[in-house]
């Protein structure tokens, strides 16, 4: 069984920055591909940042230069550097791994950038 644990977030103003991290527990971590989705009030949950095993990485055009997807395989941990934040940035933030066809979600962690 793999548990995800978010945690990281919090209140910034526009232009902050925040680094949320995800700990997994289990030893298949380092073979996973980690994914960072994130739900914005009254949207659907979307997929933000990914990292492969081998350290490749992808974002959603609304974050391409500004947040950083990264893994330390060493201490089951994937981070999501988070810079130059906007309003539209608020969301609750998941990260997610599919191992074997199983889907395993965080509890999530809140960020909300405002004034």
């Known amino acids: 069984q793999v548990q995800l644990v978010e945690s990281g977030g919090g209140l910034v103003q526009p232009g902050g920055s925040l680094r949320l991290s995800c700990a997994a527990s289990?030893?298949?971590?380092?073979?996973?591909?980690m994914r960072w989705y994130r739900q914005r009030p009254e949207n659907q949950r979307e997929w933000v940042a990914v990292i492969t095993s081998g350290g490749s990485t992808n974002y959603i055009d609304s974050v391409k230069g500004r947040f950083t997807i990264s893994r330390d395989d060493a201490r089951n941990t994937v981070y999501l550097q988070m810079n130059g934040l906007k309003p539209e940035d608020t969301a609750v933030y998941y990260c997610y791994m599919n191992w074997r066809s199983q889907a395993y979600w965080g509890q999530g962690t809140q960020v909300t950038v405002s004034s």
């Open positions: 289990g030893s298949i971590f380092s073979r996973s591909v």
